[in-house]
């Protein structure tokens, strides 16, 4: 929950998670922009130097103040105009999976390196390690798992390994994971999504 004014146990959470985290993602719209706890957690990540990708969530807003200085020259996502989100999803998913390999290769600590392999979970190296596959082979793997009505709708998504790397990430919310599968890429029978989903952690266990 967002409040206006954190203390104690709220902003310790807040703390650990910007320390723990590869790439912070900052949802940009009016009301981010007036939250304090929401300010709070920015400049904390900017403090911490860590990679902040801001997503543009409402239409016509233009950052002031403390956001727009922010964000500054930054590469953002305008999610803004829902006819939009199918072109820009798999750009943010190939940058969400770009920082966890970065985070990975150079976090020192423990409690780092956990948080980075659940970025990016594969460890096989060569042509065998998905991340590295074109979108023709993830046009193979989706005939192999009975998924290959589908293969029109990745290819016009450029749907390459990487991008397939970052879906993996977002399969740990089930319920955007979905919506994403339905509306996105057309998978309108739940059986389907649920078999990919699976197959896509079988992948890369």
């Known amino acids: 929950m967002d409040v206006d004014h954190m203390s104690g146990s709220t902003l310790e959470a807040m703390a650990m998670a910007v320390e723990g985290s590869a790439v912070v993602l900052i949802c940009v719209s009016k009301k981010y922009k007036e939250s304090q706890a929401c300010r709070t957690e920015a400049e904390y990540a900017f403090q911490q130097r860590k990679k902040i990708i801001p997503v543009v969530m409402e239409s016509g807003f233009k950052p002031t103040g403390w956001l727009g200085a922010l964000m500054g020259t930054r590469l953002y996502f305008d999610m803004s105009d829902a006819r ?122």
């Open 84 to 205: 939009r989100i199918p072109a820009k999803m798999p750009h943010l998913m190939k940058e969400l999976a770009d920082s966890g390999k970065i985070f990975k290769a150079t976090s020192s600590l423990d409690l780092d390196e956990r948080v980075a392999e659940d970025v990016k979970p594969s460890s096989r190296m060569g042509s065998d390690n998905p991340d590295n596959w074109s979108s023709l082979e993830v046009e193979d793997w989706l005939k192999k798992i009975r998924c290959a009505d589908f293969c029109d709708s990745f290819r016009s998504k450029d749907m390459d390994g990487m991008a397939l790397c970052g879906m993996l990430r977002m399969s740990s919310d089930s319920r955007l994971m979905h919506e994403v599968l339905e509306r996105e890429f057309g998978m309108k029978v739940l059986g389907q999504r649920l078999r990919l989903i699976e197959e896509l952690h079988r992948l890369y266990a």
